[in-house]
């Protein structure tokens, strides 16, 4: 159970939708036995960004019930903590692009004699526009 002063540092508020495996939020499940009676609700949560095992669920204002996430329950993750993963991941898949990407041109600078240049076919293939608009002699 929370202390009162907890409570009132829990100032991140965010609106949710109660699907049937509970409430989803930052790619995690939480879940508790009250939310099976507001399947397709909207709720508010409250959370402390410091530790993202639990959260506060609010219906119309008041409290409803406090949903856990099982796989947090016996950690403590911090929102930095998953954004900096997040981060990290997305850095990592950036390199992984671009190391591909300069592998590519070296391979079409090597032999660009093997490979079919698309964009003269494509001009070729491309049909020549009509004009949608009538023209007269006089125009």
Not at 31 to 41: F, H, K, R, S
Not at 114 to 133: A, D, F, Q, W
Request: positive net charge.
């Amino acid at each position: 159970m929370r202390k009162p002063l907890d409570l009132l540092l829990l100032t991140v508020v965010r609106p949710r939708k109660v699907h049937r495996d509970g409430i989803h939020f930052q790619t995690f499940c939480y879940i508790d036995t009250v939310l099976a009676a507001y399947v397709g609700e909207e709720v508010t949560i409250r959370y402390d960004p410091r530790d993202l095992a639990e959260i506060q669920v609010y219906f119309r204002d008041k409290f409803l019930c406090r949903a856990i996430c099982p796989e947090l329950a016996d950690k403590t993750v911090s929102l930095k903590d998953i954004i900096r993963a997040r981060r990290r991941r997305k850095k990592e898949l950036r390199e992984t692009i671009l190391q591909r990407k300069t592998l590519l041109e070296s391979i079409l600078e090597d032999a660009p004699d093997k490979i079919p240049n698309l964009e003269s076919k494509r001009t070729e293939t491309r049909p020549k526009k009509k004009h949608s608009l009538k023209l007269y002699r006089n125009d």
